[in-house]
């Protein structure tokens, strides 16, 4: 039974050539192992079985997929499997251009010299350093016996391989021992090989791209990172820690700025300590029993661990950040802002239950009346939160 | 109006919540002096704000845990007829407050209210306070009307009710406990409230423990030696509860009261040396310090004294109790006058 018969169907080819290959088994025909390499070429395939492939079209003879394959690998595969593939690449080099020396070879003995001078062509084009000095040395000989210019279209290959300098070296033998056409000729290509050189493209937007690709390269994966990994984390937290503090509050700054000294910037000092007197009421005690409770505080303070390691690098600040306000997921808070002019006070207030405000206050006092109102206004806002909490818990 | 449970006048809050910080210092230091202080701040607070609810409430547990157990039967059962907030704790407060009255009645009111606690509420703790408090109520109902003729089965009766509440309680305080080990293992006692129960609950076995041992004799019908003997035993694991209750909570003057109540017993039981003084210096703390005045404690050193022999200060001490009114004494002007008619007849025998 041939082994092709034995495939199970489902399994994939390319997983199979490379099981066979590791195990060191024979392939049983070259084209088999050609039609099992040319299923694997989707681009989803491993560096390893890209180097698998690359391996059977080199035994197949099959030099320019085997390149092909090998190229992909060096393309994405780990750092050992780009060296692999860069053994193979150079090995299959060799003896792509070998092959087509050989070829050109043969056409030149049979006479026809057209035939072998393409083929040289195509070994200057894509073959070793060896066997592109033989390619050329072929290709003079051919000149030589009459094929001319068979220098000027080797250069004229090579330019359009891009390999600029040697076109260029090629084209300055020609001017040196060529006929006076073949100079004219030789001229004209170097002429236009410095206009190509020095061509807008490759001066300006050749580096731009390269630059820009480069910068791209780092946000793209950054941008990556974010979405795979860091929103699924952020909203995890964000999970946990909306349950975890459920029943805290929090008691937001009512000043307008940093550092403001105007009357009613310090409202929140005087929440914090209406809180405390409240906690302190409101606390269990077995003599009168069960008073319900203040919702405990949530301190809006980021983590000491954080801080500290964000003091030491400076590149950890910005994740600070980012998990302080992940963190902080109190499921009551009470904001607002004051505004003093120079003889009145507006306060505005609001108690939210998950970002749904529950009660807002808008008050407006004369300077002298806010310094007796302002303990009332923290306790009203306040009892309210109470009022509300243990409505919820009944 | 409606009373409110809180209030929006900010300065009757502050009032309230000054006063409950006295009741937290009368609690450490068990100095009445706190409570007199809470009241004036809860009585101001009711000024501030007749409907607050919180005041007249906590004015009312002050009233009952400085002595004034009467107004605290009228404050809470007023405020249970006026509203129905907190109406489970408020009925608890009351069955407290009917314990203090000590009499058969006051008890049996207190036992009423304390199983209509039981009997309506699931909140484990309060559950828990109510049912240590029916154990003190059945321990304390086992006092005879008249010490010379005892009922004897409702003595038996009491006792094993007492025993039984008492015994359920400590369970019920394990299941707590271990509910507080396993995660989601539902609703537990908070420590203080378990510590306060289990005071409870160790005062309410020294009490049956030591009432039951006043007429052992005649209930097991053992009145040899050998009954004087058991009655001595039995009032020695009375102290021993008394003297846990005390660990937990030490300055105590009810349990002090208990204690002093035992160690004269243990005195006249087992005669041993010492103890008559003992229990003297231990009632007359709670006369000095604990609960200035406390007509109950006067009484019961002379009841040491009569024991002792010493008639001449027992009928003095007798005498002192009998100028306090009946209604802050806490015992009967019968049992003080039959204990006055006993020391003038220098009868040295007890019950």
Known sequence: ?394 | MPLELETHNREAFELVTQALEFMDQYRDSRDVARLSEATVRLNAASQKDPNYFRARYYDAIVDDLSGRRESAVTKLTELLGQSPLLADEVRYNLGLAEYHGYSHSALERAIQQFTRVLETVTDASLRLRARAGLAQAYAMHMIPKEYDKPDLDQIKKYRDLALGAVSRVFHELHVSQLRRLVPFGGSSVDSSTAAEVRWTVHNAKGMALMYYSDYLPQIENDMADRGRERQGVTVKLALSELEKAERIKGSDWANRCDLGSATMRLGYFSREAGCYSQAISILQEVIDRLRPGYGFAIYETGRVLRLKGDYGKAIERFKAALDIPETQRDVSDRRVTAELKRAESKDGTFP
């Open chain 1, 1 to 394: 039974m041939s082994l092709a018969f034995e495939m199970k169907e489902g399994v994939p080819r390319r997983l199979l050539l490379s099981a066979l290959m590791i195990a060191g088994m024979q392939l049983p025909t070259n084209s088999f192992a050609v039609e099992l390499a040319a299923s694997g070429t989707d681009a989803s395939a491993s560096s390893a079985d890209q180097l698998s492939i690359g391996h059977a079209y080199e035994q197949a003879g099959r030099f320019a997929d085997a390149e092909a394959a090998y190229r992909r690998a060096l393309e994405i595969g780990s750092p050992k499997a780009r060296v692999d593939a860069i053994t193979a690449l150079s090995n299959v080099v060799q003896l792509r251009s070998a092959s087509l020396l050989s070829l050109a070879r043969s056409l030149e003995d049979r006479g026809r010299s057209g035939d072998a001078e393409s083929v040289y062509l195509e070994v200057l084009k894509d073959g070793d350093a060896e066997a592109r000095s033989v390619a050329l040395n072929a290709l003079a000989r051919l000149s030589d016996t009459g094929a001319t210019s068979a220098e000027l279209k080797a250069a004229k290959a090579l330019e359009g391989a891009k390999r600029w300098d040697e076109a260029e070296a090629l084209y300055q033998q020609v001017i040196q021992s060529g006929s006076m056409a073949q100079k004219e000729a030789a001229l004209a290509g170097i002429k236009e090989l410095a206009k190509i050189r020095h061509s807008f493209v490759e001066e300006e937007i050749g580096p731009a791209w390269d630059t820009f690709l480069k910068a791209l390269f780092p946000t793209l994966l950054v941008a990556g990172l974010i979405l795979v990994v860091v929103v699924p984390v952020g909203l995890g937290l964000k999970r946990f820690y909306r349950r975890r503090y459920r029943a805290r509050l929090n008691i937001g700054d009512f000043s307008r700025t940093e550092g403001d000294q105007s009357p009613g910037a310090a409202f929140r000092e005087t929440l914090l300590l209406m809180h405390d007197r409240m906690s302190t009421h409101f606390r269990e005690r077995t003599i009168v029993g069960d008073a319900g409770k203040m919702p405990a505080l949530l301190d809006s303070s980021r983590s000491d661990v954080l801080d500290l390691l964000a003091d030491v690098n400076e590149s950890l600040v910005p994740f600070s950040k980012w998990f302080s306000k992940v963190t902080q997921q109190p499921g009551y808070r009470v904001s607002g802002w004051t505004e003093a002019t120079w003889g009145n006070i507006k306060v505005c207030a609001k108690f939210e239950h998950y970002g749904k405000t529950v009660r807002q206050w808008t008050r407006i006092y004369s300077l002298y009346e806010w310094f007796g109102s302002e303990q009332d206004l923290a306790y009203e806002v306040l009892i309210s939160v109470k009022e509300y909490t243990d409505a919820l818990g009944a």
